[in-house]
């Protein structure tokens, strides 16, 4: 067996099917897209937010470029945590860390955050796709035109994540009760 094998065994978990793997990968890779935008304001490329937004290009890169920066790494590793629901740290905690490595997460330990994570994700990008054309309309500095369609691109696939991460979350319930 290789390294890359041993690698993959020690991840995989009995009753995770390939399209849960699949699953978890694209739930992490949602918040991808509009982490990429944040970046590109972050360091100055204008994304068609006019002179009296916070958001102008003018204004970084600057002390606001470490808020988006910290913004994005926050909900990348959050969305990250997702790929816990198929692999075996998410049922495990991992050796190397101290005091509690090898011991067994209780299913619930994910399971009530990642189901309050679901909700509270659905509702509020759901929310935000739905009052954006007011705030938009009512904000003379939003982006339009092609500006507003890369906003919408990057931040469409956010909609994915609340969804995606409860069907995981159920995944990784039913797996747990029948698996242990």
């Known amino acids: 067996m290789t390294s890359s094998t041993a690698v993959r065994a020690s991840h995989t978990v009995p009753g995770v099917s390939p399209w849960l793997r699949r699953l978890a990968g694209l739930t ?6 509009s982490c990429l935008w944040r970046l590109a304001i972050a360091v100055g490329i204008p994304m068609g937010w006019g002179p ?3 958001l102008h290009h ?3 890169p600057g002390s606001g470029s470490l808020v988006l920066v910290f913004v994005c790494i926050l909900q990348e590793c959050l969305a990250l945590l997702s790929l816990g629901m198929v692999q075996r740290w998410g049922e495990e905690v ?3 860390i101290p005091v509690l490595g090898g011991r067994r997460i209780h299913p619930l330990v994910a399971v009530v955050p990642a189901t309050l994570g679901a909700i509270a994700l659905t509702g509020i990008t759901v929310l935000g796709a739905w009052t954006w054309s007011e705030v938009n309309a009512a904000n003379p500095d939003a982006p339009t035109g092609l500006a507003l369609r890369i906003f919408d691109l990057t931040y469409a696939p956010l909609l994915l994540w609340g969804p995606l991460l409860g069907i995981l979350t159920v995944a990784y319930w039913r797996r747990r009760r029948i698996h242990g």
């Open 28 to 33: 992490s890779l949602t918040v991808l897209p």
């Open 52 to 54: 009296g937004s916070d």
């Open 58 to 60: 003018s204004y970084y």
């Open 94 to 96: 991992p050796g190397w």
